[in-house]
């Protein structure tokens, strides 16, 4: 059997060895602390029934451009639920560009007592990216740098999560790009594994016991 600590030692050694946080443009979402497994799969082995989510996070209405996000998320746990299956569609508008995620995701847990377990996935995926340039306002009558309508590329990825929770705690780590994944031109794209370019999500919970009819999460 394993001690938390040594637990929490383990995923946090794999996790931040040899790597250098740098900063991050994945896809924006929030209080995701109510549904984890938007942003780490792998905390999807915590649930032991089907689940289906979905969000829409709109942000400085108002404002011409300002970024809308929408994301639908499905889990099912079979095999005794140690395997857990799902698939996430998260979509995210920014001014001209529209970028939509699609995932198939597999999560495996480890059960280590009765009341803990730590789990690890991975997720494949499929970006597509759409840029209307017709929407951009120039002060150059037919500027030759936005004289493409609309352009739309597709590229693959991975995400990679991992997860310890207990009946009070919990903490996950995920990277949501493997690969690192640029742009050439409107019609091509390159990708590489670069861990100076991964991005991270870190997120942890406890539960204090306030009585016999109240909780306090933090």
């Not at 946080?21 to 109510?34: D, I, R």
């Not at 031109?185 to 016999?212: A, R």
Request: net charge positive; hydrophobic share 35%.
């Amino acid at each position: 059997m394993y001690s938390h600590r040594k637990i929490i030692t383990c995923l946090l050694i794999t996790t931040f060895a040899g790597l250098k946080l740098v900063a991050q443009n994945t896809f924006q979402s929030n209080q995701y602390m109510l549904f984890q497994p938007i942003i780490n799969f792998s905390s999807a082995s915590s649930y032991n029934e089907v689940n289906l989510m979905s969000f829409y996070r709109n942000q400085w209405t108002n404002f011409k451009g300002a970024p809308t996000n929408f994301g639908l998320v499905g889990i099912v746990p079979i095999k005794n639920n140690s395997i857990t299956l799902g698939a996430r569609i998260l979509n995210e508008t920014i001014g001209v560009h529209n970028k939509t995620e699609i995932k198939l995701d597999y999560a495996y847990r480890f059960q280590t007592n009765l009341n803990s377990a730590v789990s690890f996935s991975l997720s494949p995926k499929i970006n597509i990216h759409k840029s209307n340039y017709q929407l951009i306002e120039t002060t150059v009558n037919n500027d030759p740098n936005f004289n493409v309508e609309q352009t739309s590329i597709a590229y693959p990825n991975a995400e990679f999560g991992s997860y310890y929770y207990s009946s009070r705690f919990y903490i996950g780590f995920s990277t949501p790009n493997l690969f690192y994944n640029e742009i050439v031109n409107n019609n091509s794209y390159s990708t590489q594994f670069s861990v100076s370019k991964l991005t991270y999500y870190i997120h942890s919970g406890y539960k204090w016991t306030l009585n016999s009819n109240n909780n306090l999460y933090s």
